[in-house]
């Protein structure tokens, strides 16, 4: 009875703060199927599972408990993620414009693609955001279809890091199969230029995303690049070596890949 009323008052705060914002927080429109925010898990302190993931204390986990899954897809829908975000962006900007660039066009910032420029939410809306097993089959059929919206806080970082001189490297785990489809859906919603585009090679199959992308941060750092920043979703992004002068984690409680 009273889990009705906190769930019916929770639907009112939403859609009245929704009308009044506007909802332009919104990279996609779906809403989680039930739940009050996560507030009635008998057990689990979703926030701390969260702030945990985020801290790299926990580690080399495989899926989202269960019993948050309506926790993870109110923050990922919600404004929590996109202030998260923005906090994250707006500190590497000021970063940033802290530096002071030698305009040799070597300074550059390391992208991450997945979660970090582009937005696989409208997937993960459909699959438990992650409480659902990775279905390698399912995911890269939705990458195929080259329709991801971006991270509109990393376009805009992305944006003024390109005003300021610096160029822009792109380093993912997608193959070189899929490297069509990421430059045609980059260039769509709105990443019209790039100093590179790395793609996983079968070189690296088997290896883990640390090792492969400290390894291309290497070859970059051999050409001649400084690697004045460095953004990315997992902490395999971020660690490793030749990580950049700063290193910055935009949030996803989503997937770990090591
Ligand atoms: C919550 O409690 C249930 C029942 O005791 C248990 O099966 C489940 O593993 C617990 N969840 C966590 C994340 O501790
Ligand atoms: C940039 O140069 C200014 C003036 O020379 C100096 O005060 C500042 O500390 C330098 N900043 C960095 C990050 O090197
Ligand atoms: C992935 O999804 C496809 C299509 O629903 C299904 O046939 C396949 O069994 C799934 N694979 C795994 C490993 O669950
Ligand atoms: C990728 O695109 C280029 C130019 O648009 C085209 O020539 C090439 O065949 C495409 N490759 C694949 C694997 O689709
Ligand atoms: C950036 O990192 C490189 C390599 O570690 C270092 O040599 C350089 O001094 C650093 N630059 C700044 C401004 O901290
Ligand atoms: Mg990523």
Same mark, same amino acid.
């Given at each position: 009875m009273w889990q009705s009323l906190v769930f019916f008052l929770a639907t009112i705060l939403v859609v009245s703060q929704g009308s009044e914002l506007g909802l332009s927080h919104q990279i996609h429109l779906l809403r989680p199927k039930s739940g009050s925010?996560?507030?009635?898990?008998?057990? +689990?302190?979703?926030?701390?599972? &969260?702030v945990a993931v985020e801290a790299h204390n926990i580690i080399g986990w495989s899926t989202v408990p269960k019993e948050c899954e309506g926790y993870v897809g109110h923050y990922m829908l919600g404004h929590q993620y996109r202030k998260d975000s923005?906090?994250?962006a707006n500190e590497a900007l000021l970063y940033?414009?802290?530096?002071?660039l030698t305009g040799d066009g070597k300074d550059v910032w390391i992208f991450d693609i997945d979660e970090t420029t582009l937005s696989n939410l409208p997937y993960y809306a459909e699959h438990g955001f992650g409480a659902e097993p990775y279905n390698s089959t399912?995911?890269?059929?939705?990458v195929l279809k080259g329709?991801?919206?971006a991270l509109p806080e990393s376009l805009n970082l992305y944006k003024?890091?390109?005003?300021?001189?610096?160029? +822009?490297?792109?380093?993912?785990? &997608?193959g070189e199969s899929q490297r069509n489809v990421t430059t045609?859906?980059?260039k769509n919603v709105g990443y019209h230029t790039w100093e590179k585009l790395i793609l996983k090679g079968s070189a690296y199959s088997g290896t883990t995303a640390v090792v492969y992308k400290s390894s291309e941060?290497?070859?970059l750092v051999k050409k001649g690049y400084r690697i004045v920043g460095n953004i990315g979703d997992q902490w395999s992004d971020l660690l490793g070596h030749h990580v950049g002068n700063r290193t910055f984690k935009l949030p996803d409680p989503m997937y770990y890949i090591s």
């Open positions: 925010g996560g507030a009635i898990v008998p057990n +689990v302190s979703c926030l701390s599972w &969260r923005k906090v994250v940033a414009q802290s530096l002071n399912l995911f890269n059929a939705w329709t991801q919206p003024k890091l390109l005003s300021l001189g610096i160029k +822009v490297i792109f380093i993912t785990g &997608r045609t859906n980059l941060r290497r070859n």
